[in-house]
């Protein structure tokens, strides 16, 4: 059994929650990713690493099926039953130079050990963090204590810059071209932004965390092709050369699980 330590909403329907769980923590590398179990009937679900501090790793996650929201109903105190990890190559942290991290909405939560390990590595850390709205824009703080420079964007306008994080990404690849970019956030986000890059052959990473299912190699449906190669996000992965990869194929998979997740919402709710 594993105990939560802490947890906390920190935008609608995002939630943070910190599980002592020492043979993760201890091994956990940015980028990589764990497995939990609740209880003896729940799915395995993925959750990406966001953050270790000691025996505690953290996860931030959107409640989008009914497991997550079994999950985010857990206080301090409970405990999950299976918690596997770390899992998943790490992020390719050396020293580049100059790197932009892009996050999106609830990718957001990836960013911060990257950036940390990236800043130990020697470089300086340029983020972009960017949100429907001011409200759904989660680790600013976090972030800004991080990076080196951080420009927020949201959608509407109601904070930072209106508009997406493409847009400032753009100026500075035209004004002060980076070594490499990460992009993580919704699949079409990171096609989107990381498009951006491609003209100027800069080195682009995605994390394809949201296409996992079981995390385990075993079920299949991480799937994806790049380089016209096919791929498995959860152990080949989860990042990639954001220009290798097929999205449009990613996005049609991902439709096929948004049905799935409905019909377990309405068995759990019916
Ligand atoms: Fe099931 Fe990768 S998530 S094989």
Redesign the pocket.
């Known amino acids: 059994m594993y105990t939560i330590t802490a947890a906390s909403a920190l935008a609608e329907n995002v939630y943070e929650a910190w599980i002592s769980a020492p043979h993760v923590s201890r091994h956990a590398e940015a980028g990589q990713f764990l497995v939990l179990r609740i209880d003896e009937t729940g799915e395995r679900i993925?959750l990406t690493i966001s953050g270790v501090d000691g025996d505690l790793v953290r996860i931030i996650f959107m409640t989008v099926g009914t497991t997550t929201r079994k999950l985010a109903a857990l206080k301090k105190g409970d405990t999950i039953l299976d918690v596997v990890g770390p899992l998943g190559q790490p992020t390719e942290v050396k020293r580049y130079g100059t790197c932009v991290l892009v996050g999106g909405g609830v990718g957001i939560a990836c960013l911060p050990i990257i950036a940390k390990a990236l800043k130990t590595a020697g470089n300086t850390v340029i983020g972009i963090i960017g949100a429907r709205n001011k409200d759904l824009l989660i680790l600013e703080d976090e972030m800004q204590s991080v990076c080196d420079e951080l420009i927020i964007t949201t959608d509407d306008g109601s904070y930072g810059i209106k508009g997406f994080a493409a847009g400032p990404l753009k100026e500075i690849c035209e004004t002060r071209p980076p070594d490499a970019v990460w992009v993580i956030g919704p699949a079409i986000m990171m096609k989107v932004t990381s498009g951006v890059t491609k003209p100027f052959g800069i080195r682009t990473f995605v994390s394809l965390n949201p296409i996992?299912?079981?995390?385990?190699?075993?079920?299949?449906?991480?799937?994806v092709v790049v380089g016209g190669e096919t791929r498995?996000?959860?152990?080949d992965g989860p990042e990639f050369d954001a220009h290798e990869v097929n999205f449009d194929l990613l996005m049609s998979r991902q439709r096929f699980y948004t049905d799935e997740e409905k019909e377990s919402a309405a068995h759990h709710t019916g």
Do not use: K
């Open positions: 993925p996992m299912v079981d995390g385990t190699g075993m079920c299949g449906s991480c799937r498995f996000a959860c152990v």
